[in-house]
Protein backbone atom coordinates (compact mmCIF):
# COMPACT_ATOMS: atom_id res chain seq x y z
CA UNK A 1 0.00 0.00 0.00
CA UNK A 2 1.32 3.14 -0.96
CA UNK A 3 2.36 5.37 2.05
CA UNK A 4 3.58 9.37 2.47
CA UNK A 5 4.93 10.44 5.64
CA UNK A 6 5.03 13.91 6.25
CA UNK A 7 7.97 15.15 8.75
CA UNK A 8 9.63 18.66 9.74
CA UNK A 9 6.28 20.79 11.29
CA UNK A 10 6.77 22.33 14.25
CA UNK A 11 6.23 25.81 16.20
CA UNK A 12 8.21 28.82 14.74
CA UNK A 13 8.11 32.19 15.25
CA UNK A 14 6.27 34.77 12.40
CA UNK A 15 9.52 35.43 10.25
CA UNK A 16 11.02 31.94 10.68
CA UNK A 17 11.72 29.35 8.53
CA UNK A 18 10.52 25.66 8.56
CA UNK A 19 11.50 22.77 5.77
CA UNK A 20 8.77 19.97 6.00
CA UNK A 21 10.10 16.59 4.36
CA UNK A 22 7.42 13.85 2.71
CA UNK A 23 8.64 10.49 2.12
CA UNK A 24 7.21 8.01 -0.39
CA UNK A 25 7.08 4.35 -0.28
CA UNK A 26 5.30 1.53 -2.69
CA UNK A 27 4.96 4.40 -5.35
CA UNK A 28 6.83 4.54 -8.65
CA UNK A 29 8.07 8.08 -7.30
CA UNK A 30 10.05 9.54 -9.76
CA UNK A 31 6.81 8.44 -12.07
CA UNK A 32 5.01 10.75 -10.14
CA UNK A 33 4.00 14.02 -9.98
CA UNK A 34 3.47 15.91 -6.12
CA UNK A 35 2.05 18.19 -3.91
CA UNK A 36 1.98 20.50 -1.01
CA UNK A 37 -1.64 21.06 0.47
CA UNK A 38 -2.58 22.46 3.73
CA UNK A 39 -5.71 22.64 5.83
CA UNK A 40 -6.52 25.47 8.82
CA UNK A 41 -8.99 24.64 12.00
CA UNK A 42 -12.18 25.19 10.31
CA UNK A 43 -11.01 26.01 6.76
CA UNK A 44 -11.49 23.74 3.75
CA UNK A 45 -7.76 22.19 2.34
CA UNK A 46 -6.36 24.50 0.01
CA UNK A 47 -3.32 23.98 -2.70
CA UNK A 48 0.44 25.30 -1.36
CA UNK A 49 2.00 24.24 -4.30
CA UNK A 50 3.27 21.28 -6.59
CA UNK A 51 6.14 19.92 -8.46
CA UNK A 52 6.14 18.13 -11.79
CA UNK A 53 7.54 14.01 -12.06
CA UNK A 54 10.85 15.26 -13.27
CA UNK A 55 11.30 18.68 -11.09
CA UNK A 56 11.39 20.76 -13.76
CA UNK A 57 7.68 22.36 -13.28
CA UNK A 58 6.66 23.94 -9.91
CA UNK A 59 3.55 26.18 -9.33
CA UNK A 60 2.51 27.93 -5.86
CA UNK A 61 -0.67 29.41 -4.47
CA UNK A 62 -0.67 32.83 -4.54
CA UNK A 63 -0.35 33.62 -1.05
CA UNK A 64 3.14 31.39 -0.87
CA UNK A 65 4.70 32.48 -3.54
CA UNK A 66 8.56 33.98 -3.14
CA UNK A 67 8.44 32.45 0.44
CA UNK A 68 7.99 28.61 -0.60
CA UNK A 69 9.42 26.48 -2.23
CA UNK A 70 8.99 22.52 -3.08
CA UNK A 71 11.69 20.24 -4.44
CA UNK A 72 12.70 16.37 -4.65
CA UNK A 73 15.09 14.24 -4.44
CA UNK A 74 14.05 11.33 -6.53
CA UNK A 75 16.71 8.83 -5.87
CA UNK A 76 15.19 9.06 -2.35
CA UNK A 77 11.61 8.95 -2.35
CA UNK A 78 11.47 12.70 -1.03
CA UNK A 79 9.96 15.93 -1.78
CA UNK A 80 10.43 19.00 0.26
CA UNK A 81 8.88 22.64 1.29
CA UNK A 82 11.30 24.97 2.24
CA UNK A 83 9.04 27.41 3.71
CA UNK A 84 10.42 31.07 4.47
CA UNK A 85 8.68 34.42 5.53
CA UNK A 86 6.75 32.48 7.94
CA UNK A 87 3.27 34.47 9.06
CA UNK A 88 0.38 33.52 11.39
CA UNK A 89 -2.06 32.93 8.86
CA UNK A 90 0.58 29.66 7.68
CA UNK A 91 -0.18 27.96 10.75
CA UNK A 92 -1.98 24.99 9.27
CA UNK A 93 -1.52 21.30 9.17
CA UNK A 94 0.81 20.57 6.24
CA UNK A 95 -0.57 17.23 3.72
CA UNK A 96 2.18 15.95 1.09
CA UNK A 97 0.33 14.26 -2.01
CA UNK A 98 1.11 12.01 -5.08
CA UNK A 99 -0.26 12.12 -8.58
CA UNK A 100 -0.94 14.90 -11.18
CA UNK A 101 0.61 18.03 -11.60
CA UNK A 102 -1.91 20.99 -10.27
CA UNK A 103 -3.84 22.62 -7.71
CA UNK A 104 -6.99 20.75 -7.57
CA UNK A 105 -7.58 18.24 -4.62
CA UNK A 106 -9.13 16.27 -6.78
CA UNK A 107 -5.63 15.50 -9.46
CA UNK A 108 -4.15 13.28 -6.29
CA UNK A 109 -4.39 9.67 -5.53
CA UNK A 110 -2.55 9.22 -2.46
CA UNK A 111 -2.18 11.16 1.04
CA UNK A 112 -0.19 11.80 3.61
CA UNK A 113 -1.59 11.94 7.24
CA UNK A 114 -0.05 15.66 8.11
CA UNK A 115 2.24 17.45 9.73
CA UNK A 116 1.47 20.38 12.15
CA UNK A 117 2.80 23.67 11.35
CA UNK A 118 2.28 26.31 13.62
CA UNK A 119 3.58 30.10 13.35
CA UNK A 120 3.26 32.56 16.34
CA UNK A 121 3.50 35.89 16.12
Known amino acids: QVQLVESGGGLVQAGGSLRLSCVAS????????MGWFRQAPGKEREFVGTISWNGLRTDYADSVKGRFSISRDNAKNTVFLQMNSLKPEDTAVYYC??????????????WGQGTQVTVSS
Open 97 to 110: AAGNYGSRISRYDY
Open 26 to 33: KLTFSNVD
